[in-house]
């Protein structure tokens, strides 16, 4: 255990000294600067209810703040299981891999600042987590959007999503029947 745990150190030290930035297919430079406030064309968005459908595959719903619209993002197990144990702020008694890279980050003397759904692409949904380093810059990690909300639940970062792929990919909560507006922490629902 020893050995991986100092293979993650080395996995997240080298990421934040060398991060390569994000490219996005629509010819972007890059994902949008680190703002006080969700990037230009990006909405903030939280995580309505995670679930599992009868074929077992599970589902994380991000919704809009006004909880109208969600985009459905399907995970595997391991970040289903991370994406409910942070939803009800609770922790493994042993570390779970979310848990080991957040505070890989922070012993660093790193924190993440935020995470970006980004877009969809080959059936394939890409997103984004910005990190700042012990100097003040930042570093942005290609990422699966599931290891980036599962990153967010623990962190308590703010979770963006493009507004253009929430138009184009999201559905209407009031289509899943019984979501409706959450009264829980981070919009946390059971459908």
Same mark, same amino acid.
């Given at each position: ?10 996995m ?13 297919a629509? @010819?972007? $430079?890059?994902?949008?600067? &680190? ?6 064309g /990006?909405?903030?968005?939280? +995580? =309505?209810? !995670? ?5 077992g ?9 006004a ?7 399907f995970i ?10 942070r ?18 980050v922070?012993e660093?003397? @790193?924190? $993440?600042?935020q995470?970006? &759904? ?6 394939? /949904?890409h997103?984004?987590? +910005? =990190?700042? !380093? ?8 290609d ?9 967010s ?5 703010p ?30 629902t059971s459908?």
């Open positions: 255990m020893k050995l991986v745990a100092k293979l993650g150190v080395i997240v030290a080298f990421a934040l000294s060398s991060c390569k930035r994000h490219a996005f629509h @010819g972007d $430079a890059g994902p949008p600067p &680190v703002i006080a406030a969700a990037p230009v /990006y909405v903030e968005g939280h +995580v =309505l209810t !995670r679930t599992a459908p009868a074929g595959t599970s589902v994380v719903l991000v919704a809009d703040a909880e109208t619209i969600a985009l459905p993002i595997g197990g391991t970040e289903a299981t991370t994406i409910d144990v939803l009800r702020g609770d922790r493994y008694v042993r570390p779970l891999t979310h848990d080991i890279l957040s505070e890989t922070h660093l003397g @790193g924190r $993440a600042v995470v970006q &759904v980004d877009e969809l692409i080959a059936d394939t /949904y997103g984004t987590i +910005v =990190l700042e !380093r012990a100097d003040g810059t930042f570093a942005t990690l990422a699966r959007p599931s290891d980036c909300i599962a990153l639940l623990g962190e308590k970062v979770i963006y999503v493009r507004k253009k792929l929430l138009d184009d990919e999201g559905v209407a909560v009031s289509s899943l029947g019984g979501g409706g507006p959450s009264s829980h922490g981070h919009g946390a459908l």
